[in-house]
Nanobody
Framework: QVQLVESGGGLVQAGGSLRLSCAASGSIFSINAMGWYRQAPGQQRELVAY???????NYADSVKGRFTISRDNAKNTVYLQMNSLKPEDTAVYYC??????????????WGQGTQVTVSS
């Protein structure tokens, strides 16, 4: 059984920073791509950033230059450093990962979500 647990959300003023973490646990053989998505009220879930197993990254245009995704493979953890936050970054942030379990079965897993609120 595999789980993703997020932490680090909260309330911050515009221009501030937050760091999100997402740790994978359970019967993990390997982890491929890991990413962060967000969903604002009344809007569809959108990709914020992802990172491959070898460290290649990709970002949504709206966060380029402000957000940085990274991972610690030894800890099965992905991070999202968010700087220069804007009110429009307010959303529930979800992590996702493509994980191969101990039975060599690959599936996509999601965290429970963490609220990020940016006040103006």
């Amino acid at each position: 059984q595999v789980q993703l647990v997020e932490s680090g959300g909260g309330l911050v003023q515009a221009g501030g920073s937050l760091r999100l973490s997402c740790a994978a646990s359970g019967s993990i053989f390997s982890i491929n791509a890991m990413g962060w998505y967000r969903q604002a009220p009344g809007q569809q879930r959108e990709l914020v950033a992802y990172i491959t197993s070898v460290g290649s990254t990709n970002y949504a245009d709206s966060v380029k230059g402000r957000f940085t995704i990274s991972r610690d493979n030894a800890k099965n953890t992905v991070y999202l450093q968010m700087n220069s936050l804007k009110p429009e970054d307010t959303a529930v942030y979800y992590c996702a990962a493509s994980i191969v379990d101990s039975d060599q079965y690959e599936d996509e897993y999601w965290g429970q979500g963490t609220q990020v609120t940016v006040s103006s």
